[in-house]
C-alpha cells in the first residue's frame, strides 16, 4: 500500500529551464511534506518542507506547492542546473513516521 | 555536533546465511531512530523505527528484525537471508524532541549496500 507516490520514474531538463516534480498521496492525516535529493549510494538530502496548512513553500531556487483538496505537491526548480541531476524523494510525516514516495531521476542537460 | 555511523557499508552474504547491520548515533540522546531500505526499482521503505531503547515498530512484515539494545544504537538483523533482501539499508535519526509532525527533518546514515547471493 504506497501512501506517497510518485508517477513519473524520470524527468529531463534542459538546463535553465524549469524542473517540475509531482507527488501525490493518500493518506490526509500527513502533518508535513518534504522533499529530499539523493545521490547513488549516499542517504537522501533534505531540501524544503511544506506544513499541510500551507500551500507553497519558497526556497531560493526550490518551491513546493501543495494542493490537499488533490492530494497532491509538486517541487518547482528554477532555473535547473546539470548539479541537481539525482533522484528526487518526496516524503510525508504522520506521527513519528516519515514515508516516502518511489523516487524520480531528473537529468538537467546542457 | 551529531553524526551517525552505520556499517558495514558493503556486504555480499549467501542466502541463508544472518545478517547484521549496525548503526549508531553520537551526540545526542534519546534520539528516535529509522531503518529504510531502498530495493532496485523502488523508493525508500520504512522498515523499522525505535522511539526508545526497546520499542520497535514494524512497518512491514518481513525476513527482518529490529533491536534498540542502547540508547543510540540500532540494529537489522536476519536469521536466514533471502535474495529479495538485496538493496541499500539506511538508518536515520532525529531527535525526540523534535517531532517529525512539525516538519523537522531526519538525518540519514552513510548507508549499506547488501548482495544477497
Known amino acids: 500500500d504506497q501512501q506517497v507516490k510518485q508517477n513519473s520514474p524520470s524527468l529531463s531538463v534542459q538546463e535553465g529551464r524549469i524542473s517540475i516534480l509531482n507527488c501525490d498521496y493518500t493518506?490526509?492525516?500527513?502533518?508535513?511534506f518534504l522533499w529530499y535529493k539523493k545521490y547513488p549510494a549516499e542517504g537522501p538530502t533534505f531540501l524544503i518542507s511544506?506544513?499541510?496548512?500551507?500551500d507553497k513553500n519558497e526556497d531560493g531556487r526550490f518551491t513546493v506547492f501543495l494542493n490537499k483538496s488533490a492530494k497532491h505537491l509538486s517541487l518547482h526548480i528554477v532555473p535547473s542546473q546539470p548539479g541537481d541531476s539525482a533522484v528526487y524523494f518526496c516524503?510525508?510525516?504522520?506521527?513519528?513516521?516519515?514515508?516516502f514516495g518511489t523516487g524520480t531521476r531528473l537529468q538537467v542537460f546542457p | 555536533s551529531q553524526t551517525i555511523h552505520q556499517w558495514p557499508a558493503t556486504l555480499v552474504q549467501p542466502v541463508g546465511s544472518p545478517l547484521s547491520l549496525e548503526c549508531t548515533v553520537e551526540?545526542?540522546?534519546?534520539?528516535?531512530l529509522y531503518w529504510y531500505r531502498q530495493a532496485a526499482g523502488r523508493g525508500l521503505q520504512l522498515l523499522f523505527y525505535s522511539v526508545g531503547i526497546g520499542q520497535i515498530s514494524s512497518e512491514v512484515p518481513q525476513n527482518l528484525s529490529a533491536s534498540r539494545p542502547q540508547d543510540r544504537q540500532f540494529i537489522l538483523s536476519s536469521k536466514k537471508l533471502l535474495l529479495s533482501d538485496s538493496g541499500f539499508y539506511l538508518c536515520?535519526?532525529?531527535?525526540?524532541?523534535?517531532?517529525?509532525?512539525?516538519?523537522?527533518?531526519?538525518?540519514f546514515g552513510e548507508g549499506s549496500w547488501l548482495t544477497v547471493v
Open positions: 511544506i506544513s499541510s496548512i500551507k
Open positions: 516524503a510525508a510525516t504522520v506521527t513519528d513516521k516519515l514515508i
Open positions: 536515520a535519526w532525529v531527535r525526540s524532541s523534535q517531532s517529525l509532525s512539525s516538519g523537522n527533518t531526519i538525518y
Open positions: 551526540g545526542t540522546s534519546n534520539p528516535n
Open positions: 493518506n490526509s492525516m500527513f502533518d508535513y
